[in-house]
């Protein structure tokens, strides 16, 4: 059984930063693109960023305007997790975060697998 499960979510003040984490299980993630995304209360889900698969650790890496410049992704294939670093964080970046598991390298035919999610909060 495929599980994605992200965890280091929490309360930060504005400026500040997080790690999130995915672990997935159930199967090997390494050449399958791996992405984040969020759900704020009453608002539709957004792209975060996403990194495509690879056999080995070198990727690329994609991300939302709203984030590029303060976000990072990056993956561990011997791990078979992919990480969030979230900086110089913002009020409007608090929203519950997902990671997801694609169907192949890239992110063309859409998303397969979603963890639960973990609640970010940015107090102004």
């Known amino acids: 059984q495929v599980q994605l499960v992200e965890s280091g979510g929490g309360l930060v003040q504005a400026g500040g930063s997080l790690r999130l984490s995915c672990a997935a299980s159930?199967?090997?993630?390494?050449?399958?693109?791996m992405g984040w995304f969020r759900q704020a209360p009453g608002k539709e889900r957004e792209f975060v960023g996403a990194?495509?698969?690879?056999?080995?650790?070198?990727?690329?890496?994609y991300y939302a305007n709203s984030v590029k410049g303060r976000f990072t992704i990056s993956r561990d294939n011997a791990k078979n997790s992919v990480y969030l670093q979230m900086n110089n964080l913002k009020p409007e970046d608090t929203a519950v975060y997902h990671c997801?598991?694609?169907?192949?390298?890239?992110?063309?035919?859409?998303?397969?697998?979603w963890g639960q999610g973990t609640q970010v909060t940015v107090s102004s």
């Open positions: 159930g199967r090997t993630f390494s050449g399958y693109a």
């Open positions: 990194a495509s698969g690879s056999a080995v650790n070198t990727y690329y890496t």
């Open positions: 997801a598991a694609a169907y192949d390298s890239t992110w063309s035919l859409g998303w397969r697998y």
